[in-house]
Nanobody, 127 residues
Framework: QVQLVESGGGLVQAGGSLRLSCAAS????????VAWFRQAPGKEREFVAC????????GHANSVKDRFTISRDNAKNTVSLQMNTLKPEDTAVYYC????????????????????WGQGTQVIVSS
């Protein structure tokens, strides 16, 4: 089983940038597809971005496309989310999640499909 720890959240002004990191331990993250989700107060958890276990395939929600980029470094057992041009509506707790993948390019955007979750990191974007 893999353990996930997010970091990099904080308070930033609109238009600014943050880089979130998800560090894995227990098992190598190269066996897992990984995704970022977020949850704002009073709202359901929503998909942000996903990456296949090989890193060859990625997907981003329309609301963050062209602003956020997911990447992974399997040698360092980490997955990152670069967030640029942040908006107040990006304010949320961001969660990293992992799922066992049967193929190198497999991805999924649905939270119930993920077996392992981090504790989350808070992102606040002020206007």
């Amino acid at each position: 089983q893999v353990q996930l720890v997010e970091s990099g959240g904080g308070l930033v002004q609109a238009g600014g940038s943050l880089r979130l990191s998800c560090a894995a331990s227990g098992r190598t993250i190269s066996s897992y597809g990984v995704a970022w989700f977020r949850q704002a107060p009073g709202k359901e958890r929503e998909f942000v971005a996903c990456i296949s276990r090989s890193g060859g395939s990625t997907g981003h929600a329309n609301s963050v496309k062209d602003r956020f980029t997911i990447s992974r470094d399997n040698a360092k057992n980490t997955v990152s989310l670069q967030m640029n041009t942040l908006k107040p509506e990006d304010t949320a707790v961001y969660y990293c999640a992992a799922r066992g993948a049967s193929s190198d390019d497999e991805m999924d955007t649905r939270p119930p499909m993920y077996d392992y979750w981090g504790q989350g990191t808070q992102v606040i974007v002020s206007s």
